[in-house]
């Protein structure tokens, strides 16, 4: 069940808010909607990125051994998709 949130910006966040939902043809709700979905994946990511470089069994590359393996991939054919 979908719950009311309610938070206040300042009035040159509304503007910018307005012209956004305006040029897109939505409404604020679905702009809002959209924005906090996107923070909170982009939040997850970050937790999952953090983790990992705090996980001593998760294996961190060189560059060169990242562009050696990218490269191996290409020639393969395994990076393909």
Sequence with gaps: MAQVVTA???ESVVEAL???????????????REAVDLYLEEWADYQTALDRLQDPT????????????????????????
């Excluded at 307005?18 to 809002?32: C, E």
């Excluded at 290409?74 to 998709?81: I, K």
């Design 8 to 10: 206040r910006f300042p």
């Design 18 to 32: 307005d012209r956004v939902a305006a040029a897109r043809r939505r409404s604020r709700a679905d702009i809002l």
């Design 58 to 81: 998760d294996r961190t590359l060189t560059w060169e051994e990242l562009l050696s393996d990218l490269t191996s991939a290409q020639a393969t054919g395994d990076g393909e998709g």
